[in-house]
């Protein structure tokens, strides 16, 4: 796997074309999870900027899945009701944060195949920054809403290691999935630690 330099200090890996279908299969899951997960958030109490920036989000998730979807000749999984989310934004943006900096990671590997399909990965790249701005601002106000934001970031943490292994399951990737699994796990806890998020050995007991 080719390397190349990434604003977030860990070098994106450069995938095969063999790899392209899974990815792109890969990205339409975690897009229609962040869909969903951005519907049922517009149903909650929020500060009208956030709901402002959602529905703009919302109409960027449609328009990637209809793209792939078409791409693939295939729907996406459609729930029949949304899922249940936390009404504190505290950590709602926890969750939402940590569902676009997954779906960023997968546009990233993406994007190294199919370079025709970067606008996606600045898309996603404006969710992640959007989400990170307002996850800094929730920790440096009340000390109330940064514990609530910790512990939802350190619950959705020990969840993420079963969802990249669910999502690595495909033959074309398994020559690769081992480090794959290391550096997404690596790219997103990253992030998560230099927000205030985690600590830094809380990445080293969940991989």
């Known amino acids: 796997m080719a390397l190349s330099p990434s604003r977030?200090?860990?070098?994106?890996?450069?995938?095969?074309?063999?790899?392209?279908?899974a990815l792109l299969e890969r990205f339409l899951?975690?897009?229609?999870?962040?869909?969903?997960a951005v519907r049922a958030a517009q149903t909650q109490q929020l500060p009208r900027h956030v709901q402002t920036f959602l529905q703009r989000h919302e109409t960027d998730e449609q328009d990637h899945l209809r793209q792939f979807e078409g791409m693939l000749g295939t729907m996406s999984q459609?729930?029949?009701?949304?899922p249940t989310v936390p009404s504190q934004w505290e950590m709602l943006a926890v969750l939402l944060f940590g569902y676009e900096a997954l779906g960023l990671e997968f546009?990233?590997?993406?994007?190294?195949?199919?370079p025709d399909l970067s606008d996606i990965l600045e898309d996603e790249q404006v969710h992640v920054g959007f989400?990170?701005?307002?996850?800094?601002?929730?920790?440096?106000?009340?000390?109330?809403?940064?514990?609530q934001a910790?512990?939802?970031?350190?619950?959705?943490?020990?969840?993420?290691?079963?969802?990249?292994?669910?999502?690595?399951q495909d033959p074309s990737l398994e020559p690769y999935r081992s480090g794959l699994?290391?550096?997404?796990?690596?790219?997103?806890?990253?992030?998560?630690?230099?927000?205030g998020l985690l600590a830094d050995g809380t990445l080293s007991h969940s991989q």
Request: contains cysteine; charged residues 25%; proline residues 6%.
């Open 8 to 21: 977030t200090g860990i070098a994106p890996l450069v995938l095969p074309p063999s790899c392209e279908r």
């Open 29 to 36: 899951r975690a897009e229609a999870m962040a869909l969903w």
């Open 78 to 82: 459609r729930p029949a009701t949304l």
């Open 107 to 114: 546009a990233t590997l993406l994007a190294g195949i199919r």
């Open 131 to 147: 989400f990170e701005k307002e996850l800094r601002a929730i920790l440096a106000g009340g000390e109330t809403g940064a514990q």
């Open 150 to 168: 910790r512990e939802a970031a350190r619950t959705w943490w020990k969840k993420l290691p079963r969802t990249v292994d669910r999502y690595l």
């Open 181 to 195: 699994r290391t550096h997404i796990l690596g790219v997103i806890g990253r992030r998560f630690v230099n927000l």
